[in-house]
């Protein structure tokens, strides 16, 4: 799987949009980019997954640069339920034969 | 099931005791994650059951931990002579494999374990 790095923190005001970035430059043509959040003390929640093109879904939004090496994703309201880690992972569409490894992931503080 | 359930939710045991965790996944979902989250830390993977192959135990960090899963569906994660460093909380996650295009985890909420 492609390597990502994300931020560790990041804070946002409450109402404000969260532009949450994900760098993978190594990542190939058949890889997705994934984003899930954990909420604390909760199993992680899956939010968005895209391959090309940008996505859109009643959680958030995902833009893709067009040469793919980066990621953003969007939360357009942030509200104080947001605070999470945000973790962004990239993968063979198909499950692979290599086990999903979670990273440190991006820390969001959703702040009132 | 709707989600993955896991049980039992909560877990207190002494150490050196044995202890079994279990996760349902999805009904029709074939692969299946455990992970383990230590107080403060990241998600920890431990093994990866896909389909009928053999499981992935890469990640097992002692052979006091064992998982099986019988008939495709049930897994049960045991774990030998606990210590106090197992104290964690241990998550099963499932998802249909075998289907072509992105592949999305659900978790189940997981089994918070205690060793005093």
């Known amino acids: 799987d492609a390597k990502t790095t994300q931020p560790p923190s990041m804070d946002c005001a409450e109402g404000r949009a969260a532009n949450l970035p994900c760098n993978h430059s190594t990542i190939s043509g058949n890889e997705y980019v994934y984003w899930y959040r954990q909420i604390h003390s909760q199993g992680p929640q899956y939010i968005i997954h895209g391959l090309k093109n940008n996505e859109t879904n009643e959680m958030a939004s995902l833009i893709i640069t067009e040469d793919r090496k980066s990621s953003t994703l969007i939360l357009p309201h942030a509200t104080l339920r947001d605070t999470a880690v945000y973790y962004c992972?990239?993968?063979?569409?198909?499950?692979?034969?290599?086990?999903?490894?979670f990273g440190k992931g991006t820390r969001l503080s959703v702040i009132a | 099931g709707a989600g993955v359930s896991q049980s039992p939710s909560n877990k207190v045991t002494e150490k050196g005791k044995d202890v079994e965790l279990r996760c349902d996944p999805i009904s029709g979902h074939t692969a299946l994650y455990w992970y383990r989250q230590s107080l403060g830390q990241g998600l920890e993977f431990l093994i990866y059951?896909?389909?009928?192959?053999?499981?992935?135990k890469s990640g097992l960090p002692s052979d006091r931990f064992s998982a099986e899963r019988t008939g495709g569906s049930v897994s049960t994660l045991t774990i030998q002579r606990t210590q106090q460093e197992d104290s964690a909380v241990y998550l099963c996650?499932?998802?249909?494999?075998?289907?072509?295009?992105?592949?999305?985890?659900?978790f189940g909420a997981g089994s918070r374990l205690t060793v005093l």
């Open positions: 059951f896909q389909g009928n192959s053999a499981p992935d």
């Open positions: 992972i990239v993968r063979v569409g198909m499950p692979g034969n290599t086990p999903l490894v």
């Open positions: 996650a499932s998802f249909r494999s075998g289907v072509s295009g992105a592949n999305v985890l659900t």
